[in-house]
């Protein structure tokens, strides 16, 4: 097994020297610089990790680990235009900078690269890695229309909540694994498992990141702070705090997110605020907690020996106390 | 082999049966509208005649079939944001109807379910299949990218011209062909020249598209006449009027697709009446019978009985002349 550190570097290496400018520029320019604002290259990872986990040299992942990162920087490009977000990784965002149109079309071909990328794999595996990745790209959508939809109801319930991001982001993951674990010929048992893992991961993981947006540093999350709250995205801390404020505070802080203001800082500072009140950041650390416990319960239940467990342990533990 | 009026008849009626309806609404309330439409179902008619060519039972292509004509709906639902185009089949277009953001995320599951529907083949034949279809949706991409770029520029030539439409249009009728054949089991060779007929079929069939998009009765197209005029687009009529006018008239010309007006009917009625001054018409019907006369040279070397391409060929010339 390789050191969670060695195969970190590899996955940052291997991304660095990805060249995707070609011709026609009008389409791959806005490609090759979304691919080049970086992030954290979980998936990627996550796909070596899980290769490595049974003990398939993860060196002989990149095209799976490529894939599964172009389709995650799809869906990132597609869903800013929706949700006309300014900033991705502290840079403007491709709809921003390109115009929407070039920015719906480069995240279209990118689609097909990740295809594409899976087809570079052994003939034997691709039948079962297209399914996955399939199956995966069609949740995302139904995540992001349910994300949607939401924008516009006021009785959201913390249950769709966490459905709708399972969709949205986690299923991304377990996907990330499960290509990692099909080119090692796991078996279908072990896959599920380590599948499983990644779901309960990504919810944890996406909880997390609802606390970033309220309490974390500018240059350190790449994105505006509050922009969930901007736009009134009814995340786990505002279901949590509308479920335990009183009527005037729970009344409040619906009418933040129902009312057209342009005081963008009063309304950031104000449902802070409430959402201090309440202490809710407390509660979903609380489940931030509770789903962790449910991932590594699932990740116990992969046969492997258990210190072929370890860089997914540690790689969990880093997610989830992550600052940024 | 079947009459193509029977498999016509299974085209028509495999569509009518189909309900991509389900929950999330947001997300397959436009899917399903889209592909409620209607259109000429060319691409997987294509499949099953290829198939049926190769003498496989044409009734055993239906999700290859399907696949193909989730995938040219997509691109016609992105395509019609870019282009702003407000009428599809006599409707108006989805981003029109349900909001980009709809039409956006829409698209990109209907892209998705082409997958889907490809992964419900025969297992040994899904590598060869989504290669086909991953390597035509790049090419489709790219042709729309090229398109943008074109109406930025004043010097398109022709041939570019016919490289941008055999990207947007040809690769998607060549794959829908080649689809059927790798179905069938056919040898490359064969599958090779039907997809070269395919292509200079797509070629002959966009040229025709330039002259109905100008002399053609609305409610028979489907579209407003003169939309490619209003939009700019340099389509093969405009590339050879520039090419073929006088001084002053090439200059007229080119000052309307320079210029913003709102007089469009104006700018559309001295377009055409230049297009008639110069009989470009005439020119690019000439440019449709040569691509026709390659594509029926490419049909000729598929290796099969003369009276097995019959139903190919009568399509190719009802397309050819077709009014609508």
Same mark, same amino acid.
């Given at each position: 097994?390789?050191?969670?550190?060695?195969?970190?570097?590899?996955?940052? #290496?291997?991304?660095?020297?990805?060249?995707?400018?070609?011709?026609?520029?009008?389409?791959?320019?806005?490609?090759?610089?979304?691919?080049?604002? +970086?992030?954290?290259?979980?998936?990627?990872?996550?796909?070596?990790?899980?290769?490595?986990?049974?003990?398939?040299?993860?060196?002989?992942?990149?095209?799976?680990?490529?894939?599964?990162?172009?389709?995650?920087?799809?869906?990132?490009?597609?869903?800013?235009?929706?949700?006309?977000?300014?900033?991705?990784? +502290?840079?403007?965002?491709?709809?921003?900078?390109?115009?929407?149109?070039?920015?719906?079309?480069?995240?279209? *071909?990118?689609?097909?690269?990740?295809?594409?990328?899976?087809?570079?794999?052994?003939?034997?595996?691709?039948?079962?890695?297209?399914?996955?990745?399939?199956?995966?790209?069609?949740?995302?959508?139904?995540?992001?229309?349910?994300?949607?939809?939401?924008?516009?109801?006021?009785? *959201?319930?913390?249950?769709?909540?966490?459905?709708?991001?399972?969709?949205?982001?986690?299923? %991304?993951?377990?996907?990330?694994?499960?290509?990692?674990?099909?080119?090692?010929?796991?078996?279908?048992?072990?896959?599920?498992?380590?599948? #499983?893992? +990644?779901?309960?991961?990504?919810?944890?993981?996406? %909880?997390?990141?609802?606390?970033?947006?309220?309490?974390?540093?500018?240059?350190?999350?790449?994105?505006?702070?509050?922009?969930?709250?901007?736009?009134?995205?009814?995340?786990?801390?505002?279901?949590?705090?509308?479920?335990?404020?009183?009527?005037?505070?729970?009344?409040?802080?619906?009418?933040?997110? %129902?009312?057209?203001?342009?005081?963008?800082?009063?309304?950031?500072?104000?449902?802070?605020?409430?959402?201090?009140?309440?202490?809710?950041?407390?509660?979903? #650390?609380?489940?931030?907690?509770?789903?962790?416990?449910?991932?590594?319960?699932?990740?116990?239940?992969?046969?492997?020996?258990?210190?072929?467990?370890?860089?997914?342990?540690?790689?969990?533990?880093?997610?989830?106390?992550?600052?940024?």
């Amino acid at each position: 097994m390789a050191e969670l550190k060695e195969i970190q570097k590899y996955v940052t #290496e291997l991304f660095a020297k990805q060249d995707f400018a070609k011709q026609p520029l009008v389409l791959y320019e806005p490609f090759q610089y979304t691919m080049s604002l +970086g992030g954290k290259r979980l998936r990627p990872l996550l796909v070596m990790l899980a290769a490595d986990m049974f003990s398939l040299d993860y060196r002989q992942t990149d095209n799976a680990a490529v894939a599964i990162e172009l389709a995650h920087n799809f869906t990132l490009l597609h869903d800013d235009i929706m949700d006309e977000s300014p900033l991705r990784r +502290g840079k403007p965002t491709v709809y921003q900078k390109f115009g929407t149109d070039k920015a719906i079309l480069s995240g279209d *071909v990118m689609y097909a690269k990740a295809y594409d990328y899976l087809l570079k794999c052994d003939t034997d595996k691709i039948p079962q890695l297209v399914k996955t990745l399939t199956s995966v790209l069609i949740q995302v959508c139904e995540g992001q229309a349910y994300d949607m939809n939401f924008e516009q109801r006021n009785d *959201v319930t913390q249950r769709e909540y966490i459905t709708m991001i399972s969709l949205k982001t986690s299923v %991304l993951l377990a996907a990330a694994l499960k290509m990692g674990a099909i080119l090692a010929g796991a078996k279908a048992e072990d896959m599920n498992a380590l599948s #499983e893992f +990644g779901l309960y991961l990504g919810i944890a993981f996406q %909880l997390q990141d609802d606390i970033l947006d309220c309490w974390s540093d500018l240059n350190e999350f790449g994105k505006v702070i509050g922009s969930d709250i901007v736009d009134n995205k009814k995340t786990i801390l505002f279901l949590t705090a509308v479920e335990k404020a009183d009527n005037g505070d729970d009344r409040e802080l619906i009418t933040w997110y %129902l009312e057209k203001t342009n005081d963008f800082q009063k309304k950031k500072q104000r449902v802070i605020e409430l959402f201090e009140k309440y202490d809710v950041r407390s509660d979903v #650390e609380k489940m931030i907690g509770s789903y962790t416990i449910k991932a590594l319960d699932a990740l116990d239940r992969v046969n492997v020996e258990q210190n072929q467990k370890d860089n997914l342990i540690t790689l969990a533990k880093e997610l989830i106390n992550r600052k940024k």
